[in-house]
Nanobody, 124 residues
Framework: QLQASGGGLVPSGGSLRLSCAAS????????IAWFRQPPGKEREAVSC????????DYADSTKGRFTISKDSDKNTAYLQMDDLKPDDTATYYC???????????????????WGQGTQVTVSS
């Protein structure tokens, strides 16, 4: 089971850190991804980190602003989001990817298990 937290309401330019705690799956065995789903739109991948934590990948819209990481001892993944923009407003989901490495382009079909979403709202 995955438990996401850390969402909230922030002004444009603000920061948030999302956390994703796993209670069953071992994060050092699978890649972990963050997705988001804006209102009325499809779910899209935001970032992915490999099982080893060595490799990371980001959507073009988040490069340079978001940082994915994980703490294997705590079995928790994080998404640090800086310089937030209104277009970042969405429900954010963490997910276990069915691989040790991140896919070239992470898609929902690659996901083995979803966490519940956490709402991020960025005001203009």
């Amino acid at each position: 089971q995955l438990q996401a937290s850390g969402g909230g309401l922030v002004p444009s330019g603000g920061s948030l850190r999302l956390s994703c705690a796993a209670s069953v799956v071992k994060m050092d065995l699978f890649a972990i991804a963050w997705f988001r789903q804006p209102p009325g739109k499809e779910r899209e991948a935001v970032s992915c980190i490999s099982s080893s934590g060595v490799s990371t990948d980001y959507a073009d819209s988040t490069k340079g602003r978001f940082t994915i990481s994980k703490d294997s001892d705590k079995n928790t993944a994080y998404l640090q989001m800086d310089d937030l923009k209104p277009d970042d407003t969405a429900t954010y989901y963490c997910a276990v990817v069915m691989a040790m490495k991140c896919p070239r382009r992470t898609e929902p079909i690659d996901v083995a298990s979803w966490g519940q979403g956490t709402q991020v709202t960025v005001s203009s």
